[in-house]
């Protein structure tokens, strides 16, 4: 975005904002309401476990990355949030290679980007950033108001894309803080859920309980188990768009694998299995999945990761799930 473009978005948000710095001419100064002076190091951050309930914070507050090459653009709403929600922590990166190195290391509630990018521009930029944190709700900042621009970034995984020359502060905080609640409930869902009526599987409350007692017999019998990550990344996998991709997936995986194999639908784009048997057959029952998998028409991105148990170093179901996060690869044809 330019600097130009700066001055049109800036008159969205009325003559409540303060002028902002232009170190080319004089009668420019920036003021700011108390305690709301500008944090110019650069920090950054990683994303959260799923059991995190820290969300990504400093010194308490929630982390929010504004990924904007312009660096006025980015005191203007650190200036919003100073002034009308303070309860926020707003993260500069200023490339979207920079963003994605900084959503490797410290948790992040929710991330904003323009599409235009030194190093990206348009709906790609949404499909690095969703790949790179698929479980942060991510909201589009756009000068462009295309209609099939708009399409494309909620089917790669944005939430909402906002015109900036048609939002306010007010509005601002008010999707930030919309956007997070709807992710919040959701999470709260599929940790709660048994049941998934949407794709007809296993809920994450369900596969934690059942997954817990092939742990206990694993740990008596010596029974082999193993566990199973599917991860469906790009177009239909949004939480606000059609699912159709994850119910597509559960669909070849139901009739795949083995029936003693518990299959949950654990995240709104991520499928997690539990395998019983002997450990021989979790490679070949990931091989035939991997098989049946490559012949989708429209399979997308996806990624598949394997973890054997481990009896004489115990985990919990959620501990084998992220090693086979760890593990995960793109399913090649």
Excluded at 9 to 14: D, E, N, P, T, V
Excluded at 73 to 95: K, M, Q, S, Y
Excluded at 176 to 194: D, K, N, V
Excluded at 267 to 273: D, I, Q
């Amino acid at each position: 975005m330019k600097v130009s473009d700066l001055k049109i978005f800036s008159l969205g948000f009325g003559a409540s904002l303060p002028a902002l710095p232009n170190s080319k001419g004089p009668g420019r100064q920036r003021t700011t309401p108390a305690g709301a002076a500008l944090r110019d190091a650069h920090r950054e951050i990683v994303l959260p476990r799923a059991d995190d309930d820290s969300g990504g914070q400093d010194g308490g507050r929630p982390q929010i990355l504004l990924v904007e090459e312009d660096r006025r653009f980015f005191e203007l709403v650190e200036w919003i949030l100073a002034d009308g929600a303070p309860e926020f922590a707003l993260v500069h990166a200023p490339r979207l290679s920079a963003a994605l190195a900084v959503l490797t290391r410290q948790p992040i509630r929710l991330v904003l980007t323009d599409l235009r990018l030194p190093d990206s521009t348009g709906p790609a930029t949404v499909r690095h950033l969703a790949r790179a944190a698929p479980n942060v709700p991510l909201i589009v900042l756009s000068g462009v108001s295309d209609i099939e621009v708009a399409l494309a970034c909620v089917r790669d995984g944005a939430e909402e894309l906002v015109v900036k020359q048609a939002l306010d502060s007010e509005a601002l905080i008010r999707l930030i803080r919309i956007t997070l609640e709807r992710r919040r409930r959701l999470a709260e869902q599929w940790a709660a859920g048994y049941d998934d009526p949407l794709t007809g599987v296993r809920g994450p409350a369900a596969l934690e309980a059942v997954g817990r007692q092939f742990l206990k017999v694993s740990d008596r019998t010596g029974l082999a188990i193993g566990a199973l990550v599917l991860r469906a990344e790009g177009q239909g996998t949004s939480p606000a768009g059609e699912p159709a991709r994850i119910v597509e997936l559960a669909a070849v995986v139901r009739q795949t694998v083995r029936r003693c194999d518990v299959i949950a639908r654990v995240e709104p784009n991520e499928l997690a299995l539990i395998l019983v048997g002997d450990r021989p057959g979790f490679s070949v029952a990931s091989t035939r999945l991997q098989k049946a998998l490559v012949t989708l028409p429209s399979r997308g991105q996806l990624r598949m990761g394997v973890a054997d148990y481990d009896r004489r170093h115990p985990e919990t179901i959620q501990e084998l799930l992220a090693l086979a996060r760890d593990s995960l690869r793109p399913v090649q044809a």
